[in-house]
Structures are given as structure tokens and as C-alpha cells.
């Protein structure tokens, strides 16, 4: 594999609206409209830069896939993870784990999200 394992990413919910305000909330960033060639798909997408490292994504709401659940847990980096965890519970969500080293690796910190869904925040410092 030449490039990082991940491409992409799709966080489903269930109120994109009330997602869309949670996340912009917390992670201080606007999400973009993409026209979805679906109907029933609506997709907003997270800020990215396709040209460098790291994976773009989206928020999606579909028919048929439910938000929540863990088998897959989404990290948003930041300069502070504790920045953004300070966000949480304003913007709706719950702390799941605050603000812990992962030795060399720098901090982590857990929340879920209003549509049920635990996502990660990372940073060096």
C-alpha cells in the first residue's frame, strides 16, 4: 500500500441539521453541500485538502443506515484536543473520555456526537 490506508470517511446520522451544528460547533469549521445524486442521500462535507495526507469525509443521512454504534471510531486532529472536547456538551454531545496521553503519540479524547455516534479527537500537544 503506498499511500495511508484510509481514503475516506462517512459519519452517518439521523438530523443532518442538528449534526451539521454540532460539528461546525465543536470543531470550529463549515461544512460544504455536495449535490448527492440521490434523492434520499444528503452528504456535507468536512473541510480537506484532496491533494495532501489524511482522509476527506462527510456527514451522511440515507435510508436504511442508522447513526450509532462503534465499529468504526473517526479521529479529528487538532493542536489541542482539549480545544475542541471543551465544545462537546455545548454543541449537544457527551464526553466519552476526556483528555488523555497516548505517550509518544500525543492526546486523545472521546465524545459522541448528537446522532449517537463516538468519534475521537487527537493532538501532539
Not at 22 to 41: D, I, K, N
Not at 68 to 81: A, M, Q
Not at 99 to 110: H, P
Request: with cysteine; charged share 20%; net charge negative.
Amino acid at each position: 500500500m503506498a499511500a495511508n490506508p484510509v481514503a475516506w470517511f462517512e459519519i452517518y446520522v439521523q438530523d443532518m441539521d442538528r449534526a451539521l451544528r454540532f460539528y461546525e460547533s465543536v470543531l470550529g469549521v463549515q461544512l460544504t453541500r455536495l449535490e448527492a445524486p440521490l434523492s434520499e442521500l444528503q452528504m456535507w462535507l468536512f473541510p480537506s485538502h484532496m491533494e495532501g495526507p489524511g482522509a476527506g469525509g462527510a456527514l451522511v443521512k440515507l435510508d436504511g443506515c442508522p447513526s450509532g454504534g462503534s465499529g468504526t471510531l473517526v479521529y479529528f486532529h487538532s493542536e489541542d484536543c482539549a480545544i475542541e472536547e471543551g465544545r462537546v456538551v455545548a454543541a449537544g454531545g457527551q464526553i466519552h473520555r476526556s483528555k488523555l496521553a497516548i505517550g509518544e503519540f500525543g492526546f486523545i479524547a472521546l465524545a459522541h456526537d448528537t446522532e449517537g455516534n463516538m468519534f475521537g479527537l487527537h493532538s501532539l500537544r
